[in-house]
């Protein structure tokens, strides 16, 4: 732990910690974790309430910025920006400005310009959500909904919420990442997160063909074999597996790869008794997990969905609101300038 | 015609106390220069030289003009980002004075290209830019481009700047032709297909960062089959931004097999490491990318043994637009040969 701060964090907090973007987990502070997932806690009833609303964004308006196309997780903000009364605007980029040459950066200039409060960024691109981050308007907040390889953090704090939900905290967890590590956002969000709430051990099983080099450097310990990974872990998480794979060489086919790495009943063994199942979803049955681990006892994927709504409203909430704590400092220091030394000129 | 003469007729140049340092002579001492009618003609302690203006150089270096082994123009390709005069003012502020210019702007494969380059960095007056030909025809690495017909317009070598030759067969017969009239070759080592797609260093900071990674091997498995080629056609070859452990390994064993090969290294391979890129800096985003700190010790290592022969910009004029991206989705390259050959020298102090 250097006293010097990670240049993401630099980017994602304010001056006094508080959470402005939220680009990353890694090297955020556990407390930060915590409060996130303390604050989820208080939205999962929300869902159940008649009127599932409450006005924390009203007046906000929410952009959500998808440069990739996805279904599943832009429903999911956009349902979290709406219970918690942001105006939404969905953008697919995919599709519009940015096929028509239109620079990213010009693309931003124009959302600026109809005063959005935050955009919700998912790009192909590692960096992308950093790099708008740091061109915005500084008043606005920045979510990343998963960038190329690089993180996907509101998924890893909804895996985290899961896992405390079930096992009750981190200390003494023994966590395995099964699958494409390589291609994975995911996974890496999820290692920096259990390794800063503090699990004794996380795992990234796979092929050599789909573990990034220096795995080791994520803070897991590196398995090829399934039964030697999985032995005594309480918690599976199984990475969807695309298609792709196949085709460039990185696989022979997907009955192999089930075969040696797809969950089922008798891998799941390997495991301990009470460990729980997971997987972020959409899953590939057949692929990376056999029906009967996905609809079994153990599998907590539905659980999953439920809770990444309530994560979701939980970080857009606190970085609209560091955001404000935020502005608001820069403004009483502007004023005391001004108050001090009436030296300032008005903008 | 005008800068030219106004030189020859301006008044004589004392440079006192500078620490004169001339590798030609195996110079390296605090001395005085005399400058007469644009010559340099005495070099001494305390020289007097009534009437001529006094440059007091104590606490500075004193250097002949610099050779830039390796700097990209944009010219005369798509000129939206600095032009020769630019780029030659700029290496002049620098200590450079003659400039090695890679073939990929244009492509430079025509003798007008070749004329058109060397007659606007004379006008500009500033530099001396030594074009490197084409290899093969428009560098698609197909056919061969005349090299002959090149050199005698004024390029100094063949290479074929990173583009990909088409294969071992074509490269081998290129090497031959220009070994027929012993024009040097610029090699810079990278297999295609190993680095498709990458955009930095194959190691735990891209895997942290997510970015697409080139493995060291990209570099290393190209250089293996060229060196081989080489001994066999016996054509003079250099080796131009080496990046890798590996690779050094592979130089020292050749140049010990007495192949006439050189090699050089650019400047940012030398002062930074793949830790650069954290928070996703695209000012960092070069190729070959910036490896190891493991790597960049051998490479420092390399350059005091003399393993590696040259330290060069690798200078890209490059806007700040093209950096204005996400890291993968930006431009490679630094721009900087101004300062850049000044803190190679240091470095290598």
């Known amino acids: 732990m250097t006293p010097t701060l990670a240049p993401s964090s630099r980017v994602q907090l304010t001056d006094d910690g508080k959470l402005r973007h939220f680009l990353t987990t890694e090297h955020l502070p556990r407390s930060l974790l915590e409060d996130i997932l303390d604050t989820a806690a208080s939205f999962v009833d929300v869902g159940g309430r008649a009127i599932k609303k409450v006005p924390l964004l009203r007046g906000k308006t929410v952009v959500n910025l998808f440069f990739e196309s996805s279904t599943r997780t832009r429903s999911t903000f956009e349902l979290a920006a709406q219970r918690l009364s942001a105006d939404v605007l969905n953008l697919d980029i995919a599709k519009s400005a940015t096929s028509k040459g239109e620079t990213l950066l010009d693309t931003l200039r124009n959302l600026e310009a109809m005063a959005a409060d935050m955009f919700v960024v998912r790009h192909q691109d590692s960096g992308a959500p950093f790099f708008i981050a740091n061109e915005v308007t500084p008043s606005v907040a920045v979510i990343n909904a998963g960038d190329g390889r690089h993180a996907h953090p509101t998924q890893a704090m909804l895996d985290m919420y899961t896992i405390r939900h079930y096992k009750g905290g981190f200390a003494g967890l023994k966590v395995a990442i099964v699958g494409d590590i390589l291609h994975s956002r995911v996974a890496r969000s999820q290692v920096h997160a259990l390794n800063i709430l503090g699990a004794e051990e996380v795992r990234l099983i796979g092929p050599k063909t789909l573990l990034p080099v220096d795995a080791e450097a994520l803070g897991a310990t590196v398995f090829t074999d399934m039964a030697q990974g999985l032995k005594d872990v309480d918690v599976v998480i199984m990475l969807r597996l695309q298609k792709e794979r196949m085709d460039s060489a990185l696989l022979p086919s997907e009955g192999e790869f089930f075969r040696l790495y797809g969950l089922n009943n008798d891998k799941l063994h390997f495991a301990k008794d009470d460990a729980i199942v997971m997987h972020p979803g959409p899953i590939n049955r057949g692929v990376e997990i056999a029906s009967e681990v996905a609809d079994g006892p153990r599998s907590v994927i539905l659980n999953q969905v439920t809770f990444g709504i309530a994560v979701r409203m939980a970080v857009m909430s606190m970085a609209i609101s560091g955001q404000d704590s935020d502005s608001n400092a820069l403004a009483a220091s502007t004023e005391s300038m001004e108050g001090a030394g009436g030296a300032r000129g008005q903008r | ?349």
């Open chain 2, 1 to 349: 015609m005008h800068v030219a003469s106004a030189n020859r007729n301006r008044a004589h140049i004392l440079i006192r106390k500078g620490r004169v340092i001339d590798p030609a002579s195996g110079r390296d001492d605090v001395a005085d220069l005399l400058i007469e009618n644009g010559r340099l003609t005495r070099i001494g302690a305390s020289l007097d030289a009534p009437g001529a203006d006094i440059v007091e150089a104590d606490g500075h270096w004193v250097l002949p003009g610099l050779v830039d082994a390796c700097v990209h123009l944009s010219l005369p390709g798509s000129g939206r980002t600095g032009d020769i005069a630019s780029e030659t003012r700029a290496a002049a502020a620098g200590g450079i004075t003659h400039l090695a210019a890679q073939p990929d702007c244009g492509p430079v494969d025509s003798t007008a290209v070749v004329r058109l380059i060397r007659e606007q960095a004379g006008q500009a007056g500033f530099a001396r830019i030594m074009p490197i030909a084409a290899m093969t025809q428009g560098l698609l690495g197909e056919q061969l481009a005349e090299m002959s017909t090149l050199a005698r317009a004024g390029c100094i070598a063949v290479g074929n700047a990173g583009g990909k030759v088409a294969n071992s067969l074509v490269l081998k017969r290129s090497l031959e032709y220009a070994a027929t009239f012993d024009l040097p070759v610029m090699f810079r080592p990278q297999d295609s297909a190993l680095s498709a797609g990458g955009c930095a260093h194959e190691g735990p900071v891209a895997t942290r960062l997510g970015l697409p990674g080139i493995p060291a091997v990209a570099e290393s498995v190209d250089l293996s089959r060229d060196l081989l080629l080489v001994e066999a056609t016996g054509v003079r070859a250099h080796f131009q931004q080496i990046s890798s452990r590996d690779s050094l390994r592979l130089l020292r064993a050749a140049k010990r097999r007495g192949l006439p090969v050189t090699a050089d290294v650019s400047i940012q391979h030398l002062l930074l490491d793949e830790s650069a890129l954290e928070g996703f800096n695209s000012h960092c985003h070069v190729i070959p990318p910036l490896r190891s700190a493991a790597d960049r010790e051998a490479l420092l290592e390399a350059v005091a043994d003399g393993t590696i022969d040259a330290i060069c910009s690798q200078h890209t004029p490059i806007g700040s637009s093209s950096k204005a991206a996400p890291f993968p989705a930006t431009k490679p390259g630094m721009a900087g040969s101004g300062c850049a050959a000044l803190a190679g020298l240091a470095t290598g102090q």
